[in-house]
């Protein structure tokens, strides 16, 4: 059974600084991994998909990285902004397409 | 385009009462997901439809849940004889069953039980 871990559960950065998240995952036989934001009491919007044969995607200030034999994804955030903060949750897909997700990491920037 | 969409977006109701939520998917995706999210957590998987067949219902799924896509296009899940326990936030999803197989989310319908 595949299991998702994010760390930190929480993080505090003041505007301007570049940012990392962690995923986790315990099964590498993914078919792709999404990074998604999700802001309070909000539905999910798509930030990135890695595809399994891939090893990272950019988009704007976002990159996103995929380690499948560590089991690990990065998602890394250039030049943070207050608008930045959130919830990310990131989500492997196994056989069957569904999504399982982990608890997130909730990302405040401070101006 | 107009995106996942979702109704309601919130639902009160009284313990032991029957809900209906509908979800109406990008309009070429033949997928369409449910999952479900509790405070503070990831959303879970419910159950998902490729057109109109069911192909996976998860253990969460009791036999008070009940999901349809009568004509492989919206979607709607019942939950008869409605618990506390499940007061949470409903969300839908759709995707293409080729290609990177994205997802796309809907704004999700919060149901609360009291």
């Known amino acids: 059974k595949q299991e998702v871990t994010q760390i930190p559960a929480a993080l505090s950065v003041p505007e301007g600084e570049n940012l990392v998240l962690n995923c986790s995952f315990t099964d590498s036989a993914i078919y792709n991994l999404q990074w998604f934001r999700q802001d309070p009491g909000k539905g999910l919007t798509s930030l990135l998909l890695?595809?399994?044969?891939?090893r990272e995607q950019t988009s704007g200030r976002l990159n996103a990285s995929l380690d499948k034999s560590s089991g690990r994804s990065t998602l890394y955030i250039a030049a943070s902004q207050p608008g930045d903060s959130a919830t990310y949750l990131c989500?492997?897909?196994?056989?069957?397409?569904?999504?399982?997700f982990g608890t997130g990491t909730r990302l405040q920037v401070t101006l | 385009d107009t995106g996942v969409s979702q109704d309601p977006r919130h639902k009160i109701t009284k313990r032991g009462q029957n809900v209906t939520f509908r979800c109406d998917p990008i309009?070429?995706?033949?997928?369409l997901y449910w999952y479900r999210q509790t405070l503070g957590q990831g959303p879970e998987f419910l159950t998902y439809?490729?057109?109109?067949?069911?192909l996976e219902k998860s253990r969460l799924l009791s036999d008070r849940f009940s999901a349809e896509r009568p004509k492989g296009s919206f979607s709607t899940l019942e939950i008869q004889r409605t618990e506390q326990g499940d007061s949470a936030m409903y969300l839908c999803?759709?995707?293409?069953?080729w290609g990177q197989g994205e997802q796309y989310f809907g704004p999700g319908t919060r149901l609360t039980v009291t």
């Open positions: 890695i595809q399994s044969s891939q």
């Open positions: 439809f490729q057109n109109e067949a069911q």
């Open positions: 989500a492997a897909t196994g056989t069957a397409s569904k999504l399982t």
């Open positions: 309009s070429e995706h033949n997928r």
């Open positions: 999803a759709s995707s293409l069953s």
